[in-house]
């Protein structure tokens, strides 16, 4: 079946720090990818999402690029910023549509002054 | 627009009790899907109504029960509650889901502690 793997977290970066967040997924065909991001005591807000391969989805100053050779949606952004601080979700959505998002299990990001 | 809203915000129970949380959509979305987020299990699908009918529903015990109505507005509801049952539930919203190209919207969720 569909999966999302990301990477284990806690981040903890520093101000101003280049962040990445690597994500991995295994589907069939050409599902779309998404990012969202999940800020203390709040529900999921989309971030940016990608439908075809070589696709950038960017947002905020986060940007990620749907590489269908290596089935990765790493997310990155150059300047963190203490406002940036939640728990990062990856999700697809399979090509076939009608099924639910498939999720990772979080990645949680701390960014210190 | 509205975003989608979600009904109480926080919610507190007993074991053996029932509760019924409620969504209400992004106007013009005829798609409600649910999640249940724990610590442990991250994010799990519990069901997705389209046009008042169930969808989807994904691997939770009959004690979780949900409907939709025709205003799209949708309910879940949970029987006989139990300590695990303690999460936050999120409602997501979309247009439709026959497409995968289709993004979710997501309700602030519900947070329920049963005691």
């Known amino acids: 079946g569909n999966s999302v793997t990301q990477m284990e977290g806690p981040v903890t970066l520093s101000e101003e720090a280049f962040l990445t967040i690597n994500c991995t997924y295994t589907?069939?065909?050409?599902?779309?990818l998404f990012w969202y991001v999940q800020y203390p005591g709040e529900g999921l807000q989309l971030l940016l999402k990608?439908?075809?391969?070589?696709d950038k989805g960017s947002n905020k100053g986060f940007e990620a690029t749907y590489r269908k050779e290596t089935t990765s949606f790493h997310l990155e952004k150059g300047s963190v910023q203490v406002s940036d601080s939640a728990v990062y979700f990856c999700?697809?959505?399979?090509?076939?549509?009608?099924?639910?998002?498939?999720f990772g299990k979080g990645t949680r990001l701390s960014v210190i002054a | 627009k509205a975003g989608v809203t979600q009904t109480p915000r926080y919610l507190i129970k007993t074991r053996g009790q029932q509760v019924t949380l409620s969504c209400s959509p992004i106007?013009?979305?005829?798609?409600v899907s649910w999640y249940q987020q724990t610590p442990g299990q991250g994010l799990q699908f519990l069901f997705e109504?389209?046009?008042?009918?169930?969808?989807n529903k994904g691997n939770f015990p009959g004690r979780f029960s949900g409907r939709q109505f025709s205003n799209s507005r949708s309910e879940m509801n949970v029987s006989t509650l139990e300590l695990g049952d303690s999460a936050l539930y999120l409602c997501?919203?979309?247009?439709?889901?026959?497409?995968?190209?289709?993004?979710?919207?997501f309700g602030p969720g519900t947070r329920l502690t049963v005691l």
């Open positions: 997501a919203s979309s247009l439709r889901l026959a497409e995968s190209t289709d993004t979710q919207y």
């Open positions: 589907a069939t065909g050409y599902p779309s």
């Open positions: 990608a439908t075809k391969a070589d």
């Open positions: 999700a697809l959505s399979s090509s076939s549509g009608n099924t639910p998002l498939v």
């Open positions: 106007s013009g979305h005829r798609s």
């Open positions: 109504y389209f046009s008042e009918t169930q969808r």
